[in-house]
C-alpha cells in the first residue's frame, strides 16, 4: 500500500490538513474557538466560526460552505460533552464534530470526513503509480467532489498507454495521517 505525499498548512489556534497535491482533499484537523453567550452555548457564534474556518479551507478548492446546522442540547453541554455539526458543502454533508472543553464553553472542533477534489486526486494519484510501475498511468477519479467518512474509501480508474485498466482504491486518512492507495484488480 502507497501513500499519497503530504502537505499540510498549519496555524496555531486551527491546524488543517491539506493531503497530497495542494487544493487536492481538505480535512480540518482541530480548532479552538470561544462560543460562550449569557452563560451558555451560544450555537449560532459557532455555527459561524465553523463555517469561517470551513470556508477558508475549501476556497483553496474553490467552495464554500452553503451552511452549518448544530444540533441545540435541551440542556447546557458540560465539559467534555461531544456532539456532530453538518456542514453543507456543493450538496454533500461534512460531519464536525465539537468538544466541550470547559465551563466557559470554549470548545475544540474537527471534520469527520475528507473533501476530495475528484480531478485533481485523479492527477496527483496519476504521476505517483507511474512513479511507481516505471511506466505512464492515467487516473480517473471522476468530477466534482467527494466526501468521504475518515478511514472509508473509494476507487478510480487507472489506465495504462495500452488501454489496460486497474482499479485503485483510495482510503481518507485523518488530518493527522496521510490517505492511501492501493491498486486492487
Request: aromatic share 6%; glycine share 10%; net charge negative.
Amino acid at each position: 500500500m502507497s501513500s499519497i505525499a503530504s502537505d499540510r498548512i498549519n496555524r496555531r489556534a486551527c491546524l488543517p490538513g491539506v493531503l497530497g497535491t495542494p487544493m487536492l482533499v481538505l480535512a480540518l484537523a482541530g480548532c479552538q474557538f470561544s462560543a460562550s453567550a449569557d452563560g451558555g452555548l451560544d450555537y449560532e457564534k459557532l455555527e459561524g466560526a465553523i463555517t469561517s474556518e470551513l470556508n477558508q479551507q475549501y476556497a483553496q478548492i474553490s467552495r464554500q460552505v452553503s451552511g452549518v446546522k448544530c444540533p441545540r442540547q435541551a440542556t447546557a453541554p458540560k465539559t467534555g460533552d461531544t456532539f456532530t455539526c453538518t456542514a453543507g458543502v456543493d450538496g454533500q454533508t461534512v460531519r464536525v464534530e465539537v468538544i466541550v472543553r470547559d465551563d466557559d464553553y470554549n470548545v475544540h472542533f474537527s471534520t469527520l470526513d475528507t473533501a476530495f477534489d475528484l480531478e485533481r486526486t485523479g492527477q496527483s494519484l496519476g504521476p505517483q503509480l507511474s512513479e511507481q510501475y516505471g511506466f505512464p498511468v492515467t487516473v480517473t477519479c471522476g468530477a466534482g467532489l467527494k466526501v468521504v467518512a475518515i478511514g472509508d474509501s473509494f476507487e478510480c480508474a487507472a489506465e495504462d498507454a495500452d488501454g489496460n485498466t486497474r482499479t485503485v482504491r483510495l482510503t481518507a486518512g485523518t488530518a493527522d495521517e496521510n490517505d492511501h492507495w492501493e491498486v486492487v484488480d
